[in-house]
């Protein structure tokens, strides 16, 4: 940051600036404020201020590289978070560029587009602006945050390459969140899901979920080679998501799961693996039936369509909550089959930790949310036992009978 000061000459206050040679040597310069001394001192001191942001300026457009800046001082905003997004191919997984892409190819274009604003020109009540609108059109504080995120980080690599002197986005207030609330089935609840999952043809993907609590693109990523038969267990190192890329909607198909906690091997129940086998011999048949209709490209794979067609993680989800609309069940999403699990195991007296392996969490923080909720339950129904009933007993003899209920 330039520093300077004021100085008196002739009557008149000057600014001198302390600017400096390529060798490191002080090379003050005076510069006429153009106020007298006598009445004018506040002027001249903002005069002074305004000396040395211009100079600042001018020193840092100086040490750009000229064919970079002139490049790119003409170009629009939404233009270059579309350059900057071309060039994150290959630089992240595709799911997360396909989260860049539906962000930035959609309303962000199309806003910045028609306001005609240049990158260098960018401020940060024009960023606000548009963040207000979203507000306006009735998406969540985590979806603008999904907006602010990719901003912020094209600005980052604008400021890097030295074409704009400081990202915009940073100086904007925090965006809040409404946390998600997670819903969960009962024991009860689950078996009864079970039982009605049989009739539908969501029922392996359903069942497999809701008995290891896996994600949804680990269900449908499970192949024959991750289930040991013998050894009865079942691995899980592949998903399977969908997404747009580049306009065309396709699976996206991944050798490794969410985190290494991720990667996981679970014993394969004997219940599970009767249904598995139940399964093979499915395919065989409507294999027969389809004949040389049958797709054969995902025979790999446990969870298929009757034509030999992948499942589709949209397809299950919407099935799922259909199942649910015409047999009367409490709603949740195909993801609370996860948290049921988890919910489950902890109230079954499961270590936390333990039930963070088999969820696959690289955050044990994310598994304690189900005991924080179970435990905290179960002092609640302890004291207002103690209470309600007016037990006669000693201390002691309470404090054993809240230890036992937690």
């Given at each position: 940051m330039i520093t300077g000061s004021l100085q008196k000459k002739k009557g008149l206050y000057y600014a001198v600036l302390n600017l400096y040679d390529d060798y490191g040597k002080r090379k003050p310069k005076w510069i006429p404020t153009g106020y007298t001394i006598k009445g004018n001192k506040k002027k001249a001191e903002e005069k002074l201020e305004q000396f040395k942001i211009e100079y600042e300026q001018k020193s840092k457009i100086q040490l750009r590289d000229p064919n970079i800046y002139d490049k790119y001082k003409n170009i629009l905003f939404c233009d270059y978070m579309l350059e900057w997004l071309e060039k994150q191919k290959g630089k992240v997984e595709q799911t997360t560029y396909i989260g860049y892409e539906q962000v930035i190819k959609g309303r962000l274009y199309k806003y910045f587009k028609a306001k005609k604003i240049k990158l260098v020109d960018l401020k940060p009540k024009h960023i606000q602006d548009f963040f207000d609108l979203l507000f306006a059109e009735g998406l969540s504080g985590n979806t603008v945050k999904h907006y602010r995120a990719n901003i912020s980080k094209a600005l980052k690599s604008a400021v890097i390459t030295e074409i704009i002197d400081s990202n915009p986005a940073t100086k904007l207030e925090s965006i809040k969140t409404k946390e998600y609330t997670a819903d969960y089935y009962?024991?009860?609840?689950?078996?009864?899901?079970?039982?009605?999952?049989?009739?539908?043809?969501?029922?392996?993907?359903?069942?497999?979920?809701?008995?290891?609590?896996?994600?949804?693109?680990?269900?449908?990523?499970?192949?024959?080679?991750?289930?040991?038969?013998?050894?009865?267990?079942?691995?899980i190192r592949h998903t399977v998501g969908r997404g747009k890329i580049d306009g065309v909607t396709q699976f996206i198909f991944k050798d490794r799961a969410k985190s290494d906690s991720g990667y996981r091997t679970l014993p394969l129940f004997d219940f599970i693996a009767d249904l598995l086998n139940s399964y093979k011999d499915k395919y065989e048949e409507y294999k027969k039936f389809y004949g040389n209709t049958y797709c054969n490209d995902y025979k790999d794979y446990i969870c298929l369509m009757e034509n030999g067609e992948l499942m589709k993680p949209g397809y299950v989800t919407q099935t799922f909550s259909k199942v649910l609309d015409s047999n009367n069940l409490r709603h949740i999403r195909l993801h609370d089959l996860r948290h049921s699990c988890g919910t489950l195991l902890i109230q079954n007296g499961v270590p936390v930790k333990d039930i963070q392996i088999w969820l696959g969490h690289s955050n044990f923080q994310t598994t304690l949310r189900y005991a924080h909720a179970d435990i905290e339950n179960k002092r609640i129904s302890a004291s207002v036992i103690s209470d309600k009933l007016a037990l006669d007993v000693k201390e002691t003899k309470k404090e054993q009978i809240t230890e036992l209920a937690i």
């Open positions: 009962t024991q009860d609840e689950l078996l009864n899901l079970m039982e009605i999952i049989k009739t539908t043809p969501i029922e392996l993907p359903v069942v497999i979920a809701g008995v290891y609590g896996l994600r949804r693109e680990e269900v449908i990523g499970i192949k024959w080679n991750a289930i040991d038969f013998k050894a009865k267990t079942l691995t």
